[in-house]
Nanobody, 123 residues
């Protein structure tokens, strides 16, 4: 089992920044590819970003490319999502996710989910 706990969400103005964190516990964090997904109000959950176990590979949804950055610190068992130039359409519950393999996580195949953290972008 892997437990994931997100933090860092909140209310931010259009054009602002937030940094989300996801702390992992349980099995060896560095064995897992990690990702972020989000669920906007009234919509399905969608892929945001993924990072490989060593941090050498990343992928992003087209809608966030160039504005968001995923990173990880395996010594601290933590994955981050730096979000810049935030837009109202970024408003969503953001979820941390884990899978032993990168490609399945990129496709949305998730072994473990966090409980989510709310991000609201408002004028």
């Amino acid at each position: 089992q892997v437990q994931l706990v997100e933090s860092g969400g909140g209310l931010v103005q259009i054009g602002g920044s937030l940094k989300l964190s996801c702390a992992a516990s349980g099995r060896t964090f560095s064995n897992y590819a990690m990702g972020w997904f989000r669920q906007p109000p009234g919509k399905e959950r969608e892929f945001v970003a993924v990072i490989s176990w060593g941090g050498g590979s990343t992928d992003y949804a087209t809608s966030v490319k160039g504005r968001f950055a995923i990173s990880r610190d395996n010594a601290r068992n933590t994955v981050f999502l730096q979000m810049n130039s935030l837009k109202p359409e970024d408003t969503a519950v953001y979820y941390c996710a884990a899978h032993l393999s990168y490609r399945p996580l990129l496709r949305g195949d998730v072994d473990y989910w966090g409980q989510g953290t709310q991000v609201t972008v408002s004028s």
